[in-house]
């Protein structure tokens, strides 16, 4: 029995409604980036009132938050990036 040969060709035209889901997208990236700063933010000043006041928690706390903080912005620069290599990485199995 053989089995069909399929393809896939990602295209934005292909469908309806594929400018409004990038715009969907580029909305929420906006948001997360939007987030990562609030994040940043608070991680820092958390970190400078926990060294301040001698409290190790807090401040360990603040720094975890600043460095979780830029992680995410990280990866929502490098979300499109990624996606398009593992997906190309993806058409050369066979």
Known sequence: MLL???SLNPSTSALPGASVL???ANG???WAL???L???LLGALMWAIGSHT???HQSSAGRR???TSLAA???VGAAPALINFFFSAGLRVH
């Open 34 to 36: 939007i987030g990562s």
């Open 65 to 67: 938050a600043v460095a």
């Open 22 to 24: 990038q715009q969907l």
């Open 4 to 6: 069909a040969g399929v």
């Open 28 to 30: 929420l990236g906006a």
């Open 38 to 40: 609030i994040a940043l």
């Open 54 to 56: 001698q409290n190790m």
């Open 73 to 75: 912005a990280v990866l």
